[in-house]
């Protein structure tokens, strides 16, 4: 019977020929992610919960902290420095303030065919390499520090065939939130997302990664890309080589399969409060907004702030908004420095931070008051998820977000160039 | 964990996210007793205070979508709650649930017979009893109740070491 790449890759994971929907297997995972949004509570688990408390490989673990960078209270502070002292005294890879961690993961570590753990819901963002990589508590990671192994339930796959190729004006991002508008915010509970088709082979790995990365708010376990030669030359340009490169069998069994034509999507904005109210852009023009974000590890890479930059070179932005530029990693930012895009960013009136998280987690950073309206490219639209639970955050690509901050209110680009403002 | 009970339920809708479980910003808080007073906060801010121990939730789908947070079903669990009982779980909140020890059950139908307030029998891994009516609940694989058992996987992993 054949199996899909989801299957190959925990059948790989737990020793076994052959793995198929619905069963339990118990597997070893090449990699576990842990960021400082919970590591300081595995730290106390495996501190005062464990009689014998060991690391199976610590080769294996790899600690970022992103979401409060710099801290911003003495709280996180001293959760902070819990984990960088516990990173130190084990050995632990240990990474702090150069970047989000996917991010992070996507530059220096993840490689087709491996098993990763995150305690992070947005570990799915690993599939544009073909890693099956999916978010986890930290119980779950704690066990799998201990032990370098967890149980998972294989899950059913449902497969996207992306056919022909975006206009102009359209995105990543735009794909996505077209397909969880389609099938739902718990569409793809437990389930595998895995994108093929010639659609695939024309969008960039930071297309991909934004694709994957927002898999997780269908309900998704793990989204899965077929690795092909731009996913290839990015490892190679790393200096990484693939684990195993793995596609589904002809006769493997999905639980539903769609076909995504490019060429029809159209800017999309996830409305408040939920992932799934996506309308297209176009019906929400008008809405004023009073801050605009463009970051986080779903679209804060070099190719969205040149997205960004091409649009406010020789604009500014609206002078009662404020847009706040958040490079997903300083690789990024160095990057972006180098081409001149924060120049263009300053100069527009933007206010360009240190990577990290942002106000898409809305505890640090720019978030938002009561009544405040945000336009963001983060990954999550939830009451209260950006600041006050009064605020209203709506969700578009780098070039809604900044069309719609040079305009103050909700925008696309097109209609910056085409003067209808 | 199996013994059936009877218990007072309190009814939320489908989507409950965990930013509405514990809000992001109470997250830095030093123990989860003292995240109690915000679960559920930005959608009904005196829920927290008025969930008394032994209750249960009555929830639409996708119950515990968004982030990884494990504070989530820990402070639902602080708060009392003996269950929660759901259409559907998002995947990451399910796992978390059953790793500390939360019940979780789903079922489909309650959720429109049930007022908040009102009393429910509950058997767990049978069916919810409401108003004269019985809905059927799916059965846990067997190594899920064992970890429920123990009180979570910690507790479960140091049983099955013998440690316990």
């Known amino acids: 019977m054949g199996m899909t790449i989801a299957e190959k890759i925990i059948a790989a994971a737990a020793g076994v020929p052959e793995a198929h929907a619905g069963e339990i297997h118990t597997v070893e995972l090449d990699r576990m992610m842990s960021n400082d949004g919970t590591t300081h509570l595995t730290i106390d688990m495996y501190n005062q919960k464990l009689k014998h408390p060991r690391i199976a490989d610590v080769s294996k673990l790899v600690w970022i902290v992103d979401h409060n960078v710099p801290a911003d209270s003495v709280k996180t502070a001293a959760s902070q ?69 967890s149980w998972l339930m294989v899950p059913e796959t449902l497969r996207f065939h992306l056919t022909g190729r975006l ?69 190679k340009a790393r200096g990484r080589e693939p684990k195993a490169l793995y596609a589904s069998d002809p006769d493997a069994v999905f639980a539903a399969e769609y076909t995504v034509d490019l060429g029809e999507i159209e800017p999309i904005v996830a409305k ?51 847009f706040l530029v958040v490079p997903a990693s300083q690789e990024v930012y160095r990057d972006a420095m180098e081409e001149g895009l924060l120049d263009v960013f300053m100069e527009a009136g933007a206010i360009v931070m240190n990577a990290n998280c942002s106000v898409c987690w809305g505890s640090c950073q720019g978030v938002i008051g009561d009544g405040e309206v945000l336009i963001s490219t983060g990954t999550r639209n939830f009451k209260g998820r950006a600041g006050s639970p009064s605020g209203q955050v709506y969700l578009a690509s780098a070039a809604t977000v900044t069309a719609s901050a040079i305009a103050g209110e909700i925008t696309t680009a097109d209609r910056l160039s085409g003067g209808a403002l | ?139 846990l694989p067997q190594n899920l109740l064992d970890i429920l058992e123990a009180g979570g996987l910690v507790k479960a992993m140091r049983k099955r070491n013998g440690l316990e």
């Open chain 1, 272 to 322: 408040p409060h939920f992932v799934d109210n996506v309308v297209p852009a176009r019906e929400a023009y008008g809405v004023k907004i009073d801050e605009a974000f463009l970051g986080s590890c779903n679209n804060g890479r070099l190719e969205d702030l040149r997205v960004g930059a091409a649009l406010l070179k020789g604009r500014k932005v609206a002078p009662h908004v404020r």
């Open chain 1, 81 to 149: 420095k819990k984990m960088r002292d516990f990173a130190r005294e084990h050995g632990i890879a240990f990474w702090e303030g150069k970047g989000v961690c996917h991010q992070i993961m996507m530059e220096h570590y993840v490689r087709p065919g491996e098993l990763i753990f995150g305690a992070d819901s947005h570990t799915c963002a690993y599939g544009a390499l073909g890693a099956f990589g999916t978010g986890v508590g930290c119980t779950d990671y704690l066990y799998a520090m201990v032990t370098g192994k």
């Open chain 1, 167 to 235: 206009r102009e004006g359209v995105y990543a991002r735009d794909v996505i939130l077209t397909i969880i508008g389609r099938i739902g915010a718990n569409g793809a509970n437990y389930k595998a997302m895995e994108f093929v088709g010639e659609g695939l082979k024309s969008l960039t790995l930071g297309d991909r990664i934004a694709i994957c990365n927002l898999c997780v708010e269908a309900g998704a376990k793990t989204a899965l890309m077929e690795v092909d030669s731009v996913a290839l030359e990015y490892l």
């Open chain 2, 1 to 139: 964990m199996s013994e059936a009970f009877t218990a007072r339920v309190w009814v939320l809708g489908d989507d409950i996210d965990t930013d509405i479980i514990i809000p992001t910003e109470y997250l830095a808080l030093k123990t989860i007793d003292d995240m109690k007073p915000y679960a559920f906060s930005p959608l009904r801010p005196e829920l927290a205070g008025q969930i008394q121990p032994g209750d249960v939730i009555v929830a639409g789908k996708n119950f515990g979508c968004g982030s990884s947070r494990e504070q989530a079903p820990e402070v639902i669990k602080a708060l009392g709650v003996r269950c929660v009982i759901a259409k559907s779980f998002a995947r990451i909140f399910f796992r978390n649930a059953i790793n500390n020890g939360l019940l979780l059950m789903e079922c489909g139908g309650v959720q429109d017979a049930v007022q908040e307030g009102e009393e429910i029998q509950v058997e767990p891994g049978r069916a919810i009893t409401c108003g004269g009516t019985q809905y059927p609940v799916a059965a």
